[in-house]
């Protein structure tokens, strides 16, 4: 009997057994499974890591085209088209911010005389559910009140850095400095737009950015 019951748990590899799951088979396009049928994909930074069998969480981090605890919601905010205030020498543009990299970040002028901004237009309306952006450790301070906005805009108004009206704000932080330089953050009321702005609230200061990702409401 032990017999038949141990080869039968090696034919099933998406079957849970107590504590432990036999490891499921990659999927057509090389990824690894998880799930209790082995029916969904992990989607890890790195592609060689085994996500944990039941949440699919990574412990490398979700891959930059996925966001969530299990890596298994769509990242809209990847290689969408961005703007900021303002480059410094030699520049660190906008787009270092959702680029394949976390090792790259946007970082604006920190000689301005407004608070500085960045902004990512996304080709579909979409309701913003979370967002979630890694800053670096000695930039935090510049973070107290930061706010971020909704705003719905076209391409052109977008590439023209036009100035933008009638944004829902999704988030705006308190006095505190933020201990962590990764930073998630939920909407209120999931706005709906095309275009979301992360704007700090003190001029003459640097916005450095080296990841941002964007959860879709549902």
């Given at each position: 009997?032990l017999i038949l019951?141990?080869a039968?748990?090696?034919?099933?590899?998406?079957r849970?057994?107590?504590?432990s799951?036999?490891?499921?088979?990659?999927?057509?396009l090389g990824?690894?499974?998880?799930?209790d049928?082995c029916?969904?994909?992990?989607?890890?930074?790195n592609?060689?890591?085994?996500?944990d069998?039941?949440?699919?969480?990574c412990?490398?981090?979700?891959d930059?085209?996925?966001?969530?605890?299990?890596c298994?919601?769509?990242n809209?905010?990847?290689?969408?088209?961005?703007?900021?205030?303002?480059?410094?020498k030699?520049a660190?543009?906008?787009e270092?911010?959702n680029d394949?990299?976390?090792s790259?970040?946007?970082?604006t002028?920190d000689k301005?005389s407004?608070a500085?901004?960045w902004?990512i237009?996304i080709?579909?309306y979409?309701?913003v559910r979370k967002?979630?952006?890694?800053?670096?450790a000695?930039?935090?301070?510049d973070f107290?009140y930061f706010?971020?906005?909704?705003?719905?805009?076209?391409n052109e108004?977008?590439?023209?850095?036009?100035?933008?009206?009638?944004?829902?704000v999704?988030?705006?932080?308190?006095?505190?400095i933020?201990k962590?330089?990764h930073i998630?953050?939920?909407c209120?009321?999931?706005?709906?737009g095309n275009?979301v702005?992360?704007?700090?609230a003190?001029?003459?200061?640097?916005?450095?950015?080296?990841?941002?990702?964007?959860?879709?409401?549902?």
């Open positions: 009997m019951i141990f039968s748990v090696l034919l099933d590899p998406g849970v057994d107590g504590s799951i036999i490891k499921c088979e990659t999927s057509g990824r690894l499974r998880y799930g049928k029916q969904y994909e992990c989607h890890c930074v592609r060689s890591e085994q996500c069998i039941i949440t699919g969480a412990s490398s981090g979700c930059f085209n996925w966001v969530g605890p299990g298994q919601f769509k809209i905010a990847f290689r969408q088209n961005t703007r900021h205030l303002s480059n410094i030699p660190l543009y906008s270092l911010a394949d990299s976390l790259t970040c946007s970082r002028s301005n407004v500085p901004w902004n237009w080709p579909e979409a309701a967002i979630e952006f890694l800053t670096t000695n930039i935090t301070k107290s706010e971020v906005i909704v705003f719905n805009t076209t108004s977008f590439r023209k850095k036009e100035n933008l009206t009638g944004g829902v999704c988030y705006k932080h308190n006095h505190s933020p962590e330089k998630l953050i939920t209120n009321g999931y706005p709906v275009l702005q992360l704007q700090l003190t001029s003459n200061v640097q916005l450095v950015l080296c990841d941002v990702r964007i959860y879709e409401g549902k």
